[in-house]
């Protein structure tokens, strides 16, 4: 059984391909978001390609007996998108840690009340590991060796700026 992590997919989210530069838009949209900034009107084929690729890459990497850990920010306010979400991976469960574009309500009502909260811990071979949403400097037993796994910073330069390899935070 394998352990997988992610987070931001923002499944069924138009404006985080622009905003993040996804690589979905076509070329009239990439025109568009050149011209308008990152809030172009982009089609729905571009966001379900989007949420096809998202699918399929965590479906490629986990199966059906694997776990899905997301830090937050699963899919865009609509709980129709978000059951959705959940019904084409085919992981055996998914625990979130709730970030700032989720319902709280919609997201126990898709992963259950036990899967779902604000920040929680895990052991995977001995190695602890805190899931939050947001980055920080000081979290639970960091002085103890366990990492902080968080989402919230979009594309790879804000991540960057963002982890500290020195005191486990990525």
Same mark, same amino acid.
């Given at each position: 059984? #394998?352990?997988?992590? *992610?987070?931001?997919?923002?499944?069924?989210?138009?404006?985080?391909?622009?905003?993040?530069? &996804?690589?979905?838009?076509? %070329?009239?949209?990439?025109?568009?978001?050149? &011209?308008?900034?990152?809030? %172009? #009107?982009?089609?729905?084929?571009?966001?379900?390609?989007?949420?096809?690729?998202?699918?399929?890459?965590?479906?490629?990497?986990?199966? %059906?007996?694997?776990?899905?850990?997301?830090?937050?920010?699963?899919?865009?306010?609509?709980?129709? *998108?978000?059951?959705?979400?959940?019904?084409?991976?085919?992981?055996?469960?998914?625990?979130?840690?709730?970030?700032?574009?989720?319902?709280?309500?919609?997201?126990?009502?898709?992963?259950?009340?036990?899967?779902?909260?604000? &920040?929680?811990?895990?052991?995977?071979?001995?190695?602890?590991?805190?899931?939050?949403?947001?980055?920080?400097?000081?979290?639970?037993?960091?002085?103890?060796?366990?990492?902080?796994?968080?989402?919230?910073?979009?594309?790879?330069?804000?991540?960057?700026?963002?982890?500290?390899?020195?005191? #486990?935070?990525?």
């Amino acid at each position: 059984r #394998k352990i997988g992590c *992610t987070s931001d997919t923002h499944f069924g989210h138009a404006n985080i391909i622009s905003y993040c530069l &996804r690589p979905f838009a076509t %070329p009239e949209e990439r025109e568009a978001m050149a &011209r308008e900034g990152d809030r %172009p #009107k982009l089609s729905r084929e571009t966001v379900a390609r989007q949420n096809d690729a998202l699918v399929a890459g965590i479906n490629h990497v986990l199966g %059906p007996e694997d776990v899905l850990i997301h830090a937050g920010d699963v899919a865009w306010r609509d709980l129709a *998108t978000l059951r959705e979400f959940r019904d084409r991976l085919v992981v055996r469960e998914i625990y979130v840690a709730i970030g700032n574009h989720d319902v709280e309500d919609e997201l126990v009502a898709v992963f259950g009340r036990d899967n779902v909260t604000e &920040r929680f811990m895990v052991e995977v071979g001995g190695q602890r590991a805190v899931i939050d949403h947001y980055p920080g400097y000081s979290w639970q037993e960091s002085h103890r060796g366990a990492w902080l796994l968080f989402g919230h910073v979009h594309g790879a330069e804000n991540a960057l700026r963002r982890q500290d390899p020195d005191r #486990k935070s990525v």
